[in-house]
């Protein structure tokens, strides 16, 4: 109900496409997002020379394309299949699988809820509104609570998509690391070290928050952070860090804290 954008896509970005027609001078593909076609110049298949356009794409095969020029006026659409590297790839499946889902949980919401197609529609321009996606709606609801759907969803429909939207949507966790450097020069130093950072990771580790530490090797230490949000982690981590400098000070040792990017 919800697939299909508006208009023309922008050049530049990366589409989701499926091959439809194979000719020796490039490939006609559709583009899933859109209500349009596309052509794929032979030159633009591979960065390598292409002998047999056929060993490099099928009929019906799925690729991600850079969209390289647009004439709306002619509705024709030029793409590279070569411009588009490993990573762009998945960065685009991933974002049209989780637009995806959005849409099609909004879908089963109206069905649950037995909205009318045009209500359901009038949400979900509300949405777009407000969001790139129906996606990130969802994911800033199981984030901030379901205040977010205010003035989008009708107040009586709004605890029915919520349920929905958490029981179908995980927020991904924030992993940040670092590196511990410790010694102490009492004769039971290494039971003062692992004490310490066994207390730590106790103290800090919670139901959102989980704090693990290793030994690198010596006096090096891993220390991780694994929290739903930036903020949580940064300041769970500031934590840790500064906790176990006071411990270890408190037993003439020394600590040194190196953040890694």
Known sequence: ???????????????????????????????????????????????????????????NQKVVCKVTRVDAKKRHIDLSLRKVTNHQKKVAVQRYKVKKKGNKLLEYFGTQNSIPSDQLLDIYNRIMENYSTVYECFEE??????????????????????????SNIEMPLIEITGELSLSCPTGDGINVIRQTLSEARDTYSDDQVTVDMHLLGSPRYSVKVIAEDYKSAENTLDKVVKDVTDRMKRHDGE???????
């Open 1 to 59: 109900m919800f697939e299909l954008e508006e208009g023309f896509p922008e050049v530049g970005i990366y589409v989701i496409c499926t091959v439809k027609d194979i000719f020796p001078y490039g490939a006609m593909v559709r583009l899933d997002e859109y209500d349009l076609e596309g052509m794929i110049p032979i030159r633009e298949i591979s960065s390598s020379w292409v002998k047999n356009i056929r060993n490099h794409v099928k009929e």
């Open 255 to 261: 600590a040194s804290f190196k953040r890694n990017r």
């Open 141 to 166: 609801a199981v984030a901030d609570g379901k205040d977010v759907f205010e003035g989008m969803v009708p107040p009586q429909h709004i605890d029915s998509l919520y349920e929905i939207v958490l």
